[in-house]
């Protein structure tokens, strides 16, 4: 797999899954802070063409770096939930059909910043592992453990017969985020931009709630939401 983005790169290799490297001409200071983050891991870095970087990302913003890294480990369910449980209070965010990558990777990047446990995800309709979402991710995406399950209402239950309260956000919901306990083990359930959560994931959540709107629109991008509500959880277990 394919990534690119000095940050994303840059977690990528001390995560050690940096096979090979790609650079361009450019020579600034964070590049070369790079390549030697790569001598020093004994990763081999081959300077090519801009042009070549920029084939090879599909023409997104590489800043003059492309990794070949390995496959991340894949986590199961139960795996997941397991550790979770065993560094209280369990946080972890569920994903219903995030197809965007930009979400997706910033949706990681804000699970890393608040340390959560884990994000569960559907193997269908969900913005693949790749360029875009590693690089929206800052590199979040090299550390955060990810598990796919083929039914997210399914895993929804799981997470309720493991203990875990399950909130879903959903704008129609009375119950204000902030009002929800979330120093309890808690997975927070989001759905996609525009449908939302899918009515069999809705049903299986124990809980609904929303963000209030004070203005003009009525709705966060998912990924914003879920920074919101990530930060609540933190802000209540620091407190």
Known sequence: MLIYGINAVAEALKAGRVVSMRAGRRSDQRLRQLLEMAEQASVPVRRVSDDELDRESGGASHQGVIAEVSQRRVYELPDLIEDALARPPALIVVLDGIEDPHNFGAIL??????????????????????????????????????????????????????????????????????????????????????????RLVRERCEMLASIPMKGKVDSLNVSVAAGVVLFEALRQRQS
């Not at 895993?155 to 929800?180: F, H, P, Q």
Request: glycine share 12%; aromatic share 4%.
């Open 109 to 198: 990047r804000t699970c890393d910043a608040v340390g959560a446990h884990g994000v569960v995800r559907q193997t269908r309709h969900s913005a693949p592992l790749g360029g875009a979402t590693s690089k929206a991710s800052a590199g979040a995406v090299a550390h955060v453990r990810i598990a796919d399950v083929v039914n997210v209402a399914r895993a929804v239950e799981e997470l309720t017969e493991a203990g875990i309260w399950t909130v879903g956000l959903a704008g129609d919901s009375r119950s204000s985020y902030d009002k929800m306990d979330f120093s309890l083990p808690t997975a927070i359930v989001l759905g996609a931009e525009g449908t939302g959560l899918r």
